[in-house]
């Protein structure tokens, strides 16, 4: 069928709607919901068979849903209607939840069902939760959806009053209409809230809109939380820095919040979201950095972006950074925490996070921010090439990518300077550059032929779509797809990189790698693949009047397009 995706966004959901569907043999495109693109035109524009709209924060008009059949996503289940769906689940306090596709109707959300999937809520934000286990259920719900449209036999059903009368969680939270879920509610009082009424408050505003409060004098939107089980202090007190992080004291305990949003103050840009350190900035008193070692250890019971554990003979090295992007700081700790990792006796080190984001590359937030772009993006690429030239010239042990989240830009390239990369069904990669206006390093331009071939390669950079973690593996750009939901891939690849470390093979391809590395540099030497991307890069960064600063302006203060990307117009079957 030709599918016409509709979203507010091509987000994390929409990428993986439109990389599924293209696996399945769709053609799909893309419209986005903007103020200066009248939708029902755009919509004749297309003439598709079936209208999918996975993220779409306004109402389908009338004038669509009426000629064309419009399945909508809803994060939530039969039933649960209102715009913070996510949001009062997790302010609730629910241990289950669900996704339902349904029919665009004159009522938001009271469409007829053609799809629903439960899922499980874990204790992990919204994003978090977003990307992991509502995706894998809307996935799952919206090719259901899509297989009874095809069939041309299926009736949806519709809802009623005894859909909103269930429970779906621990506390009775039934799924029901709701409002929007303001600041009013998400509100801290740091004198009375307890560490978990605060994580559940913080985790419930993850990514957006973050819980609105007032810190040294200013008005603050809070990104993100993690307990501190040790430092304790006055509630509402700073206690420490670390990593770029604050910790505050609770009525019971201390959380960490990695980021922080300054309120827009009228006329002014949007605001966009900075490592809490670096937002604070002067405001911030004399605080101990509360650092933790080099390869803190999985028992060590804190907040740490960076773990490191063994099994065995396997090491596990985790990371997990905000939104997946690599600052030139978090670059540098994670280099010195890998070496330190390569100084173990194991055979096979495993590098990546545990559920969420592997990396996105680099931290283009405070390069924004900082009093000369340029020079910060020079230092930021080059830290992140160093990061990858280590990976790239292990010669000791074997090093697996294991990729349990999404991955874009120079984070595919990390991941892809491994000997293996073991990939989550769930995950989305973008390996490209092109739309924020780079040619980009990383050594890609080794790397992504090596493993795909040059025309793919060159096909992938140009296109500049999405790809599904099983079209990855069909391109060859990652060699097993682990079939699990987030909670179990950590699991999951300890058992693959335990027996990896023990077959017999393992010794003589870590033997092997050497001698392929000094082939490699007595013929095109690594070095020269790293000059050639960081003079092209060189250049970008320097041009004052070159697309990438404008291009990264709009993605850092989230500025909405003009139009839909052609890119992403109507394609060929993937």
């Avoid at 959380?255 to 949003?261: G, N, S, T």
């Avoid at 390996?431 to 790397?447: A, D, F, I, N, V």
Wanted: net charge negative; with cysteine; charged share 25%.
């Amino acid at each position: 069928m030709h599918i016409l995706i509709l979203a507010s966004a091509f987000n994390s959901l929409t990428q993986r709607t439109h990389a599924e569907l293209r696996d399945r043999g769709h053609t799909v495109a893309v419209e986005l919901a903007l103020p200066t693109s009248p939708l029902p035109e755009a919509v004749r524009r297309h003439a598709p068979d079936l209208v999918v709209a996975p993220m779409l924060r306004t109402a389908i008009p009338e004038e669509v849903w009426t000629a064309y059949t419009c399945l909508v996503v809803h994060p939530g289940p039969v039933g649960d209607r209102g715009p913070s769906s996510l949001d009062w689940a997790i302010h609730e306090g629910v241990d289950q939840w669900g996704v339902t596709v349904l029919q665009a109707d004159e009522e938001m959300d009271a469409g007829d069902v053609w799809a629903s999937v439960p899922c499980r809520v874990p204790p992990v934000s919204k994003s978090e939760l977003y990307r992991g286990e509502i995706a894998d259920a809307a996935l799952e719900a919206v090719m259901l959806a899509v297989e009874r449209f095809a069939s041309g036999t299926h009736v949806p059903r519709k809802q009623d009053t005894a859909d909103t009368a269930g429970t779906a969680g621990s506390v009775g939270a039934g799924p029901r209409p709701r409002p929007y879920l303001d600041q009013s509610v998400r509100r801290i009082d740091w004198a009375e809230d307890s560490t978990q009424d605060v994580l559940r408050k913080l985790r419930a505003a993850d990514s957006q809109p973050g819980v609105l409060d007032v810190l040294l004098g200013a008005e603050w939107y809070l990104h993100g939380g993690r307990p501190e089980n040790v430092l304790r202090g006055r509630p509402g007190e700073l206690l420490a820095t670390r990593a770029g992080a604050i910790c505050r004291a609770t009525s019971d305990g201390a959380v960490w919040i990695p980021e922080l949003r300054p309120r827009r103050l009228p006329g002014q840009p949007p605001t966009f979201k900075l490592p809490a350190v670096r937002a604070l900035g002067d405001r911030l008193p004399p605080l101990p950095e509360d650092a933790l070692p080099r390869l803190p250890e999985a028992r060590h019971d804190t907040w740490a972006d960076i773990r490191y554990r063994e099994d065995g003979n396997a090491g596990f090295l985790s990371f997990s950074f905000p939104g997946g992007a690599m600052s030139t700081e978090q670059c540098r700790r994670l280099l010195d925490a890998y070496r330190e990792a390569c100084a173990r006796p194991t055979a096979v080190l495993v590098l990546g996070g545990e559920r969420d984001f592997f990396s996105n590359g680099i931290h283009l937030g405070v390069i924004e921010a900082a009093s000369d772009p340029a020079a910060e993006s020079w230092a930021n690429i080059n830290a992140i090439d160093d990061l990858v030239e280590a990976v790239l010239t292990t010669t000791d042990r074997l090093v697996v990518s294991a990729v349990a989240g999404n991955a874009a830009a120079g984070g595919v390239m990390l991941a892809l300077a491994a000997d293996e990369v073991w990939c989550r069904s769930g995950a989305v990669l973008n390996p490209h550059y092109r739309l924020m206006g780079l040619y980009g390093s990383e050594y890609w331009t080794h790397t992504l032929p090596r493993r795909v071939g040059v025309a793919t390669a060159e096909r992938l950079m140009a296109e500049a779509l999405p790809v599904s973690s099983a079209g990855a593996l069909r391109l060859g750009l990652v060699d097993r797809v682990v079939d699990c939901g987030p909670d179990e891939f950590a699991r999951e690849v300890c058992g693959l990189a335990a027996r990896l470390a023990s077959l017999p093979a393992t010794a003589s391809r870590i033997t092997a790698k050497k001698a392929e590395l000094d082939l490699l540099e007595s013929t095109t030497p690594l070095a020269g693949f790293r000059e050639r991307e960081l003079a092209r890069m060189r250049r970008t960064f320097d041009d004052r009047d070159a697309p990438h600063h404008a291009m990264r302006r709009s993605f850092v203060h989230k500025v909405r397009p003009e139009c839909t990307p052609p890119h992403l117009g109507p394609g060929a079957v993937a």
